[in-house]
């Protein structure tokens, strides 16, 4: 565990991929949990972050990471296009802002936005909640990898600073 100061007094763990194919090391906010999974036909590997005690995702708190493998990848731009397509299609879908941003060395895309969902989407009764969402998307050695965290837009910087750290300590293990 690591105690790093300046950062809302988060403390964080090591987290390394058990899945070959996800080749990260990172630090995440401690005592949460996390879960490993793939996509239908391996398209994609994950790792999902979310807080001890709270049912596993989807829920309203989480980071991801996700790579698509490069047999499954098509590209940045259209990763990124995909992504925005898909979340302009909530309702409320905003984009907060878009930019270009230097990530493990690579030109990574950074995408904020708004919208609303279901609390929980398993649920059909569940409420409406407003939500803000920070995507970071790049690509190196072929992968496409995705960098997500969301939360309820009124808790959105709660742990803001925490996905800031997932992401300064990212490294792709050899």
Not at 31 to 56: C, I, L, T
Not at 146 to 164: Q, R, V, W
Request: hydrophobic fraction near 40%.
């Amino acid at each position: 565990m690591v105690n790093l100061l300046g950062c809302s007094g988060f403390k964080f763990e090591k987290y390394s991929g058990k899945d070959p194919e996800l080749n990260v090391e990172l630090e995440y906010v401690s005592g949460w949990q996390h879960a490993e999974d793939r996509g239908a036909h391996n398209s994609y590997v994950q790792a999902m972050f979310y807080p001890a005690g709270k049912v596993k995702p989807p829920q309203p708190l989480m980071a991801v990471i996700k790579i698509i493998p490069k047999d499954n990848s098509s590209g940045l731009d259209n990763a990124v296009n995909d992504l925005v397509s898909r979340r302009l299609k909530f309702k409320d879908g905003k984009v907060l802002s878009r930019s270009k941003v230097k990530l493990l060395g690579v030109e990574a895309a950074a995408v904020e936005f708004s919208y609303q969902s279901l609390e929980n989407i398993l649920k059909v009764n569940s409420p409406l909640v407003f939500y803000k969402e920070k995507d970071i998307l790049f690509k190196k050695d072929g992968n496409i990898y995705s960098l997500m965290y969301k939360h309820a837009a009124d808790k959105y910087y709660e742990f803001s600073p925490a996905f800031d750290r997932l992401v300064k300590t990212l490294k792709l293990k050899k």
